[in-house]
């Protein structure tokens, strides 16, 4: 809670101190600042390591489409996947998110009439009805509330356009190069724009807080209403008629067409796959959804803490120590055919003693189909205390008269 706290205050500093006149309310894209958003992110793996193309048997009908294994952060599909493209209301992954990580959930939030007043797709607010973060998050993400966002974005910040800052730092922080918000409902503006790369990668990141994961998993939710009770139903199709599926959000106007960023868990893998003007948004996704899970699989390289490979020991009690990756290392490959995989260790061919736990000793680096699929550090499992004075002298002796 205090950290929450420490880090809305140092954004709320450093937002409020930026140069007047940037931001979404003139029209101009906001002004990116040196703020906290840098100090707390735990990264996605995400990548575009072993992107194994466009199979010549499937057919999507979307401009733009990515399918990401979440786990290994691998592209196992893409067309077009860096086109900056309208997006629609797949731009309230990235304002749920923020809510979640910078708010709490039970507060309640008065709703302004400028929120109550906003034009689309609604949940129908009122100008001073009182709601908590949790539930302005459902109408968001399940029924794809343009109000609730608003709402949202006036309690976490001052003003949306601040809070539309912290979506566009967010995004720099998850290394994405090709998206710019200028709002947090996906309304259209000219310099609205993202991927379908660039959604997956944040679909990725916004799964692994279980909190998000529930919401946009949930097929139908009641909250309060001023009348009595507001009944949401997902908009997303694929939680009813698809094995598996567990999200996350569809969006449509007229720029940005039918889009869908949808994931499926099956197996102990999840994958997620984004398609953006599509003639055929569910059927596109079942297909892309399928092809992966039929197609790939994963498969351990490595396991955190265990041991891996060996290194000399120079002066220690023992003449070598076991080392093991920092990291679970797992990579996805083809199910059938050349896995393609190629592991590639640079470590120390000697360290001197003595040896502390935990001591990086070189790294690992995982190719798949001679693309960077993975990487870990190696470290020491256990460490190697340095021999006695005496016996080193005696052994010094020993090789000096040999």
């Known amino acids: ?18 140069s007047p006149g940037s931001g979404w309310a003139s029209g101009k894209a906001p002004g990116l600042q040196n703020d906290v958003f840098f100090l707390y992110e735990p ?6 390591a072993a992107n194994f193309g466009k199979p010549s048997t499937m057919h999507v009908t979307a401009d733009a489409a990515v399918l990401l294994d979440a786990g290994t952060g691998q592209v196992l599909y893409a067309k077009n996947p860096h086109q900056r493209r309208p ?4 731009t309230k992954i990235m304002t749920a998110l923020l809510a979640i990580e910078c708010g709490e959930l039970n507060k309640v939030v008065r709703v302004s009439p400028r929120a109550a007043g906003v034009e689309g797709s609604s949940i129908y607010l009122g100008a001073g009805e009182r709601l908590t973060l949790e539930e302005l998050v459902y109408g968001a993400l399940m029924h794809s509330g343009n109000d609730a966002c608003v709402a949202i974005s006036e ?14 730092r967010r995004a720099v922080m998850l290394g994405l190069k090709n998206t710019t918000f200028m709002n ?5 503006h000219k310099d609205h724009l993202s991927t379908a790369y660039d959604l997956a990668v944040i679909a990725g990141r916004a799964l692994q807080n279980p909190v998000f994961s529930k919401i946009v998993s949930t097929r139908n939710h009641v909250i309060k209403g001023p009348g009595g009770q507001r009944h ?9 008629g698809y094995q598996g599926a567990d999200g996350v959000k569809t969006g449509t106007t007229g720029a940005a067409g039918k889009c869908l960023v949808s994931s499926a868990s099956r197996d102990g893998r999840r994958q997620i796959a984004v398609v953006l003007h599509s003639d055929d948004r569910y059927g596109d996704s079942r297909r892309l959804l399928d092809y992966g899970f039929a ?4 498969e351990a390289v490595a396991r955190k803490g265990e041991h891996f490979t060996y290194i000399k020991v120079r002066d220690g009690i023992e003449s070598r120590v076991s080392a093991g990756c920092d990291r679970d290392v797992l990579v996805t490959v083809p199910v059938d055919g050349d896995k393609g995989m190629e592991k590639i260790v640079n470590k120390e061919n000697e360290i001197a003693a003595p040896v502390m736990p935990g001591q990086v000793t070189g790294s690992l680096l995982v190719l798949v189909n001679g693309e960077p699929a993975a ?16 016996r080193l002298l005696y052994r010094n002796v020993k090789k000096f008269f040999s």
Not at 43 to 48: I, K, L, N, W
Not at 155 to 168: G, K, L, S
Not at 232 to 237: E, G, V
């Open 87 to 90: 997006i629609a209301s797949t």
């Open 295 to 298: 197609c790939f699989k994963n």
């Open 43 to 48: 990264g996605f793996p995400a990548s575009e």
């Open 232 to 240: 949401l139903s997902n908009t997303n199709q694929m939680l009813w």
């Open 155 to 168: 309690h976490i910040a001052p003003r949306e356009d601040i809070f539309v800052q912290w979506m566009n």
């Open 375 to 390: 990487a870990a550090g190696l470290t020491v499992i256990n460490g190697v205390d340095k021999l006695p004075a005496y």
């Open 184 to 188: 947090t409902n996906g309304l259209p």
């Open 1 to 18: 809670m205090v950290f929450k706290s420490l880090v809305l205050l140092a954004a709320l500093i450093i937002s409020l101190t930026g």
